[in-house]
């Protein structure tokens, strides 16, 4: 099983099979097999087997040594062990780090190194500067990462150094985030790449905070409505809209004087609609609230709201993303797992795409020209074409973490971010290869949770049990 993905792919064997151990460093496994008394070694790039050996009788645990590439098995039967070399390997090798991030400080941090092959005067590196290290052992380095890596948010290239060879070690990557205290219980996030703002509603406290990007500083705490969660925002407007979850109305923020501008209401005629989530159009402006409650979404102008208009939809609609380009919106509906696509110049329904499993979180991608949208109890997102023009519409799903909720996509940098709410990690996929290049275990808010900034690829990710806002540089 692939652990980024939890994608599933299968090596027949004999029957007997009973415990594997993997070599990460060589992309190999090895199996025994208590009734064959054999052990085999599997090939995990290709997905087969490499060769098999006869061990002692009934074997029934195996384990490998990463960086001699040793494989030792329990044999029960025999009372022994059998110790298979299953091939060369160098030995000067880094396998892990404790830790392998940190958040900003003023006090510096120590690092271990566990590895093999090290040497008395070993060194531990950052980008190429070396730590002041400590050599343990030839399998243990300590190191002092010194409060000039710890000021702001960044990743390094951590390899080690023998003092006899100019040649180091594999490399690994230790992060460093920034935490930015909000309001209580902080819910959604956008960006504002034009002012270098960061919008971000808590709703445990009915207040917006608006955090400066570029200094990571809170620039201003705004009183909205009851349970403000989704946002959205246009820069060429200066406007952001604050979905109020409990009291029906939506706020909106003037960015340029960081003051509430005004507040509209969304409430039907009769019962309550619940707006969740909501997206701007960047060009005209216009707004569209996702009123869960009421299954309908409202429109309004956000420069001049006016009284809004609405549109009824199927049921429980949660997000919305927008192509100003064809002026479709699309619409999530958690409720019926379907994504409804808007025309937004008639406002009608134009089409509805099936196939997902409780989709929450929704943007839409210029450079491949679809909506990206999360089936969050399927462990994927789909991949949304809407060309009304051509009367298309289909959809391809790609997995990643596990139950993501939200979601959001650097185009300069092809990297497409995650955060998954139920196992509280952060996925990172090349999206031009749909591979998952990492897992960060980062707590998360349930919905509406990071915006990337593609200028500096950071990941403004929101976490909502410790009232905060974490900065993370992805990896590129």
Do not use: C, W
């Not at 799903?397 to 939200?406: A, D, H, L, Y």
């Not at 990337?452 to 974490?470: G, K, S, Y």
């Amino acid at each position: 099983m692939n652990m980024l993905d939890q994608t599933v792919s299968t090596i027949t064997l004999e029957t007997g099979a009973v415990a594997s151990a993997v070599n990460p460093l060589t992309n190999s496994a090895v199996t025994v097999n208590s009734l064959g008394n054999a052990a085999s070694l599997l090939n995990l790039q290709t997905k087969s087997r490499t060769t098999q050996f006869t061990i002692g009788r009934k074997p029934v645990a195996v384990a490998i040594d990463p960086t001699t590439n040793l494989a030792i098995t329990v044999n029960q039967t025999d009372n022994t062990v059998s110790i298979i070399k299953l091939g060369t390997i160098r030995s000067f090798q880094v396998t892990e780090m404790s830790p392998f991030n940190a958040f900003t400080s003023t006090t510096a941090q120590s690092l271990t190194v566990i590895g093999n092959g090290f040497q008395p005067g070993a060194v531990v590196r950052f980008n190429g500067t070396n730590l002041t290290t400590s050599y343990v052992n030839a399998r243990e380095l300590t190191a002092t990462i010194p409060t000039s890596y710890l000021g702001g948010p960044g990743r390094y290239i951590v390899d080690a150094l023998n003092p006899t060879s100019t040649i180091p070690s594999n490399v690994n990557t230790f992060t460093v985030m920034q935490a930015i205290p909000v309001g209580t219980s902080p819910r959604g996030i956008a960006l504002d790449r034009e002012r270098n703002l960061a919008v971000v509603t808590n709703s445990g406290s009915k207040t917006v905070s608006v955090i400066n990007t570029n200094s990571l500083s809170i620039s201003g705490t705004l009183n909205v409505g009851t349970s403000p969660q989704g946002v959205g925002l246009s820069s060429i407007a200066g406007r952001a809209a604050i979905a109020n979850t409990d009291d029906d109305t939506v706020s909106v923020i003037d960015l340029d004087n960081i003051a509430v501008s005004t507040t509209v209401s969304v409430a039907p005629s009769s019962g309550t609609s619940k707006p969740i989530g909501l997206a701007v159009h960047p060009g005209s402006g216009r707004v569209v609230v996702a009123d869960s409650n009421a299954s309908q979404v409202s429109f309004f102008d956000i420069s001049s709201p006016g009284t809004p208009s609405t549109l009824t939809m199927d049921a429980g609609p949660e997000s919305v993303a927008i192509d100003p380009t064809r002026n479709i919106a699309a619409v999530a509906e958690g409720a019926s797992s379907t994504v409804v696509i808007v025309d937004l110049a008639t406002s009608q329904i134009l089409n509805r795409v099936t196939g997902f499993s409780l989709p929450t979180g929704a943007i839409y991608d210029p450079d491949s020209d679809t909506f990206l949208v999360t089936s969050s109890l399927a462990n994927n997102f789909g991949s949304v074409i809407a060309h009304p023009d051509t009367d298309t519409y289909s959809v391809t799903f790609n997995r990643v973490g596990i139950n993501p909720t939200s979601i959001d996509y650097n185009y300069r940098s092809s990297t497409l971010v995650t955060t998954n709410t139920s196992s509280q990690t952060l996925s990172v996929m090349d999206f031009l290869t749909k591979t998952i290049k990492a897992i960060i275990p980062l707590p998360v808010s349930q919905q509406f949770a990071v915006a990337v900034d593609p200028v500096t690829n950071r990941a403004f990710v929101v976490d909502q049990n410790n009232n905060r806002v974490i900065v993370v540089p992805l990896p590129r």
